[in-house]
């Protein structure tokens, strides 16, 4: 943007110039506008290349964005899966002991009495 009111300035300074100037200067700064304003144009035309290309990007980053958020919900929705898949082993396993202990304890009992 700076870039842009520079050249802006030069030109607007050149015009005035040309005012008190013979027709070989008056050329010269008339050159020099023409360049001045080539260059400001092509400085237009990088920023507005730039501009779509930051917008581009950013439609990228917001889809990425949403897949990541997609994902880490998904994980999230896994890793309480997988919490409560581990305390329904945990129970089980406790279960499956007791019925042991009980089992054991009643064939005991049961030889015992024969």
């Not at 260059?39 to 950013?58: F, V, W």
């Amino acid at each position: 943007m700076k870039r842009i009111m520079v050249f802006a300035s030069a030109a607007v300074i050149a015009v005035t110039l040309l005012a008190g100037c013979d027709a070989k200067e008056r050329e010269a700064l008339q050159n020099k506008v023409t360049t001045l304003e080539q260059q400001l144009a092509e400085a237009n035309n990088s920023l507005n290349e730039t501009k779509t290309t930051l917008a581009a990007r950013e439609e990228a980053l917001n889809q990425v964005q949403a897949q990541l958020d997609t994902t880490e919900k998904a994980r999230a929705e896994a890793a309480a899966k997988v919490t409560k898949l581990t305390n329904e082993l945990s129970a089980a396993k406790k279960e499956l002991a007791k019925r042991k202990k009980a089992a054991a304890t009643t064939q005991k009992k049961s030889t015992t009495k024969k």
